[in-house]
């Protein structure tokens, strides 16, 4: 019995290191020279393909920078960069799983989904809104009463605009799910929906790709508040420090001001996005 319980103690105590291992993301990315990295194909400008076939985007720019300066810091030779393609439905469950090690989208940072998984320093403020057809005659949201309206699902979105309604006391709405940004503007060209709900500058990327720009108008209000930040795996904060002290360092040093400019045109003097990126320049 005694010979039997010495050998447990030993494999416990020769296991721990390994199950310790499995769960630090930067012994992954060494051991492995790579590093998973998750991305939407249709949130321009923050995560979509290019014409090239390729990941581009504000937020892609972003991880660019994230993996270079961890290949730095692990002392790396080399560090190939595994680009994962990801519904919205599957960003969270995909970086609990170990599929990716760091999720770059458009995803905002909420309490619940901290229950989940941990988020970095932020990288965008944004807010819900929408995109309707100038058909429709909406100007505000007050006016949805009777309209067809489309979200995603298990977005933030989908949760405010049911507050929204709620507070408006419009219950005669018709909410459709739809699977992502593509559906919904192919459905309010199609004329199948009359308005769709999702963050602000998302739906102004896509009114400027619809066939017919002037036939949708976004609207001025702003349903919520939506703090963007990327998404990592929970309980592994020497990964997300690595990410964070990149994060930090652009934006100190003011290199993230020609990635924003790319994206969304010249830095505002005022406003929350400076504001972001003052509070998020975390000295070393």
């Not at 990941?55 to 190939?80: V, W």
């Not at 995909?94 to 932020?122: M, P």
């Not at 308005?195 to 919520?224: E, F, W």
């Not at 830095?267 to 504001?275: C, D, K, S, T, V």
Request: charged share 25%; aromatic share 8%; proline share 6%.
């Amino acid at each position: 019995m005694r010979a039997l319980l010495t050998v447990a103690l030993l494999l416990a105590v020769f296991a721990a290191p390994v199950a310790a291992a499995d769960t630090d993301t930067l012994f992954k990315i060494r051991r492995a020279s790579t590093i998973a990295i998750g991305y939407s194909e249709a949130a321009k400008p923050f995560s979509f393909l290019g014409p090239d076939g390729k990941p581009a985007g504000y937020s892609i720019d972003l991880c660019r920078e994230i993996a270079a300066g961890i290949q730095r810091e692990l002392n790396l030779p080399k560090l190939e960069i595994k680009w994962v393609k990801l519904p919205p439905d599957a960003r969270i469950s995909a970086v609990v799983s170990g599929r990716v090690d760091i999720e770059c989208g458009s995803t905002t940072r909420t309490l619940s989904r901290e229950a989940q998984v941990d988020f970095t320093n932020l990288t965008f403020v944004d807010g819900a809104s929408l995109l309707v057809t100038a058909a429709s005659g909406i100007q505000r949201p007050a006016q949805l009463a009777g309209k067809r309206i489309a979200v995603v699902q298990t977005t933030t979105t989908e949760r405010v605009l049911g507050e929204t309604l709620k507070r408006l006391s419009i219950t005669n709405a018709t909410i459709f799910a739809v699977k992502d940004h593509p559906e919904a503007l192919a459905a309010l060209e199609a004329g199948k929906i009359d308005a769709y709900a999702s963050d602000r500058v998302i739906l102004a990327g896509l009114r400027t790709s619809a066939r017919d720009p002037g036939k949708l108008a976004l609207l001025d209000d702003y349903l919520s508040y939506e703090p963007y930040a990327f998404v990592v795996r929970r309980n592994d904060s020497p990964f997300r420090l690595a990410v964070n002290r990149v994060l930090a360092r652009l934006y100190r040093s003011a290199e993230v001001v020609p990635i924003y400019e790319k994206w969304f045109g010249p830095m505002p003097e005022g406003g929350l996005i400076p504001a972001v990126f003052a509070l998020q320049s975390v000295p070393e």
